[in-house]
Nanobody, 123 residues
Framework: QVQLVESGGGLVQAGGSLRLSCAAS????????MGWFRQAPGKERNFVAA????????YYADSVKGRFTISRDNAKNTVYLQMNSLKSEDTAVYYC????????????????WGQGTQVTVSS
C-alpha cells in the first residue's frame, strides 16, 4: 500500500516556475514507477511525466518536454516535478501516481493516486 500527498501548487505568472513534490508513505516506494498527470476543468486526465524506480529513465509528454523535469529521491520517498517556463495551458490539477507497470502513460496502469494540487498560470 502506498499513500501519496502532493504539494507545491499555486498561482504563478506565465514564464514562471513551480516545483511540485509528492511524498509517499510505504516501505516499497522505491519499487514503483512514478508518474505525474494533470487534469484541466472539463478535460481528461493526461500524462505529464514519469520516472522509473531507479531514476535512470524519464518520460515526458511532448507538451512539456524541455520545460518540465521529473526526479525522485528514494531515500526521502519523494518525487518532484520542476516546472519552468509555465504557460496558461499548464493550468490544471496535478496528480502524482504510482505503478508497477511499465506502461507509464496510461492512467489505467496506475495503482495509487494522490489527491492533487492546483497549478494556475496567469497570462
Amino acid at each position: 500500500q502506498v499513500q501519496l500527498v502532493e504539494s507545491g501548487g499555486g498561482l504563478v505568472q506565465a514564464g514562471g516556475s513551480l516545483r511540485l513534490s509528492c511524498a509517499a508513505s510505504g516501505r516499497t516506494f522505491s519499487r514503483y514507477l512514478m508518474g505525474w498527470f494533470r487534469q484541466a476543468p472539463g478535460k481528461e486526465r493526461n500524462f505529464v511525466a514519469a520516472i522509473t524506480w531507479s531514476g535512470t529513465s524519464t518520460y515526458y509528454a511532448d507538451s512539456v518536454k524541455g520545460r518540465f523535469t521529473i526526479s525522485r529521491d528514494n531515500a526521502k520517498n519523494t518525487v518532484y516535478l520542476q516546472m519552468n517556463s509555465l504557460k496558461s495551458e499548464d493550468t490544471a490539477v496535478y496528480y502524482c501516481a504510482a505503478t508497477h507497470s511499465g506502461t507509464y502513460y496510461s492512467t489505467e496502469e496506475y495503482d495509487y493516486w494522490g489527491q492533487g494540487t492546483q497549478v494556475t498560470v496567469s497570462s
